[in-house]
């Protein structure tokens, strides 16, 4: 169980009615309380979560339509993602509880000064490592216009400026990451085909991919539902078509890639998570052509290339630049019949 769960649960008596439980963990807390429902908007949380709650937990950028007594919010990583979903839970709840709990090194007691916007906050619980605040809202606010919230920068490239936009919680909002930029210098003499952004955050890398190869198909997967949006909003600001797959981690990316191009995942909340990232490389070959390419970009202190050398191939250092590393590799061609009964078989390779 989450801790933040366990806090909940410490006071499950205040949680008995029809509550909302907004960016809720994927553990077993509807389970225990049975009449609420719960809001996510990763795609990996709300597969766990329906696999047991069907009819229980709703994806996506907005809270659910349905009408709610209170409102729980677990604290989001991102400043900027908190204040919006506050506003979004406390203007549906005039008059009614909204409720916030997050770990202290996630910054709970700042983001519980934000309940004073609304009312007059208490702290109910403090244990493992977490707090639980409430705030009875008696100045609702208005409805928060989430697109107004985006962040627009524009990206000179050689044919004219890419505008990216970014809402609220997606990474580098509002502007261009060091390791991304170098990944953007570095998109020459691409396979033709069928290309993946992983991991495309607002899109700067797919929608740059296509303007750049027109001709390709690009194909743009995300955990993230505000990041999905934002990489549609960035593909129509720009005219660009391609498609925006919401998925955990490339089991959820198409087969037969030409190639993939990622900025990946390091952090996941407020905890480091390498994990997403390393089944990428160990899995990648499955999902690319024979020769197709992978090219990615991380900070120099994460050692990358043995992972990428034991499950795709040579591993190149294409550039670097600002701490990061920008590194090339081709899935090598399935070793032949006559070789493969010369060279006994590395279990752990895949190709
Ligand atoms: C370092 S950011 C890069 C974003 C964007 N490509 C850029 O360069 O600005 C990594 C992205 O991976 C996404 N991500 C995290 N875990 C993931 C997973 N399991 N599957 C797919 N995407 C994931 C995050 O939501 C985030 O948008």
Redesign the pocket.
């Known amino acids: 169980m989450d801790p933040r769960s366990e806090v909940l649960l410490r006071q499950s008596a205040l949680f008995t009615g029809n509550l909302l439980l907004a960016g809720l963990p994927a553990d077993d807390l509807l389970a225990q309380l049975p009449a609420a429902h719960g809001w996510s908007w990763l795609v990996?949380e709300q597969a766990t979560l329906s696999s047991r709650f069907v009819e229980r937990c709703q994806f996506g950028i907005t809270a659910p339509e349905r009408s709610f007594e209170a409102a729980v919010l677990f604290l989001p990583k991102s400043r900027e993602l908190c204040d919006y979903l506050l506003h979004a839970l406390a203007a549906r709840l005039a008059g009614r509880e909204l409720f916030l709990v997050g770990e202290k090194r996630a910054g709970i007691e700042r983001a519980a000064k934000q309940l004073q916007l609304y009312g007059r906050p208490r702290k109910l619980d403090s244990a493992r490592h977490c707090q639980l605040w409430q705030v009875t809202v008696d100045q609702a606010p208005a409805a928060p216009d989430l697109h107004a919230l985006a962040q627009r920068y524009e990206l000179p490239l050689a044919d004219g400026p890419l505008s990216v936009i970014s809402l609220p919680g997606?990474?580098?909002h509002g502007r261009l990451?060091r390791?991304?930029a170098l990944?953007l210098q570095q998109l020459d003499n691409l396979p033709a085909g069928h290309l993946l952004?992983?991991?495309?955050?607002?899109g700067?890398?797919g929608a740059t991919l296509k303007r750049r190869y027109p001709h390709s198909r690009v194909s743009m997967?995300?955990?993230?539902a505000f990041?999905l949006e934002s990489s549609r909003l960035t593909l129509a600001a720009n005219g660009l078509e391609a498609e925006v797959i919401g998925?955990?981690?490339i089991n959820?990316a198409p087969l037969e890639l030409d190639a993939i191009l990622?900025?990946?995942?390091?952090h996941?909340g407020i905890h480091t998570?390498y994990q997403?990232t390393e089944t990428l490389l160990r899995q990648a070959a499955q999902h690319l052509k024979p020769s197709g390419e992978l090219r990615l970009v991380a900070n120099s202190f994460l050692k990358y290339p043995p992972l990428i050398e034991q499950h795709l191939g040579p591993c190149v250092t294409l550039g670097t630049g600002a701490g990061f590393h920008l590194y090339q590799a081709k899935r090598q061609p399935a070793p032949t019949k006559a070789r493969r009964e010369r060279e006994p078989r590395d279990p752990s390779r895949r190709y």
């Open positions: 990996g997606v990474f580098s990451d390791g991304t990944l952004d992983f991991g495309c955050g607002a700067v890398l997967l995300d955990v993230d990041a998925g955990d981690g959820a990622t900025n990946p995942p390091f996941q998570e997403a």
